[in-house]
């Protein structure tokens, strides 16, 4: 345990502090900040409503589940299981480029969201796959080269985020073949009696 804790700081440390360059510094911390995707996350979600069709509404109403489920399963429930403390509070010489919370540090909340979303959209829209996961990655290693998560924190985070998202995905997809199996069943029986 005391080798893969030293590998998790080292590989910290080599993020944190090893890659740090100005223009990182200015890029990490925008896109670390929830409330810096808003309007984007917003505009998405109005997109399912209304252009998705069927399967884009029961996507937006899955994924207000899927984000409170791994919100609260992360933020909640494993954070005051582990009680893992924030590297940049226990740790010397971090990068810190964002506030330093006292909340925990295992899982990355971060982590489990955007992966979890990233894994639910590719399953409804696989065609988008490479943006889903371009911007959960980004978010991901957002979190350790700004100073308050260890790299096992976001790893962990993209296993239980993709297992959450995947579950979500499965489920909607299920919802939906419900609804179109109901409605081709009702056409072809409406069409039957048409032809007698």
């Not at 998790?8 to 740090?20: A, E, G, Q």
């Not at 995707?37 to 409503?49: G, K, R």
């Not at 069709?53 to 996507?59: E, H, P, T």
Request: hydrophobic share 50%; charged share 15%.
């Amino acid at each position: 345990m005391d080798f893969l804790y030293q590998l998790d700081v080292t590989i910290f440390y080599f993020i944190n502090d090893t890659l740090s360059n100005p223009a990182f510094d200015k890029i990490f911390p925008f896109l670390t900040e929830p409330k810096n995707w808003l309007i984007t996350y917003f505009i998405l979600f109005l997109l399912l409503l209304i252009k998705g069709g069927r399967l884009g509404r029961i996507a937006a109403v899955m994924l207000a589940l899927l984000i409170t489920a791994s919100d609260q399963i992360s933020s909640s429930l494993l954070k005051s299981l582990f009680e893992r403390v924030r590297p940049c509070n226990v740790l010397e010489h971090v990068n810190i480029l964002v506030t330093c919370t006292e909340s925990f540090s295992f899982p990355s909340s971060h982590a489990v969201n955007n992966f979890a979303a990233a894994l639910f959209f590719t399953m409804i829209f696989p065609k988008y796959r490479f943006w889903f996961f371009t911007v959960a990655v980004l978010q991901a290693f957002s979190r350790p080269y700004v100073g308050v998560h260890y790299p096992s924190d976001v790893v962990a985070g993209a296993l239980i985020g993709s297992a959450l998202g995947y579950f979500f995905g499965w489920l909607t997809l299920k919802i939906n073949s419900f609804f179109t199996e109901k409605k081709t069943h009702i056409t072809d029986k409406y069409q039957r009696i048409e032809f007698k």
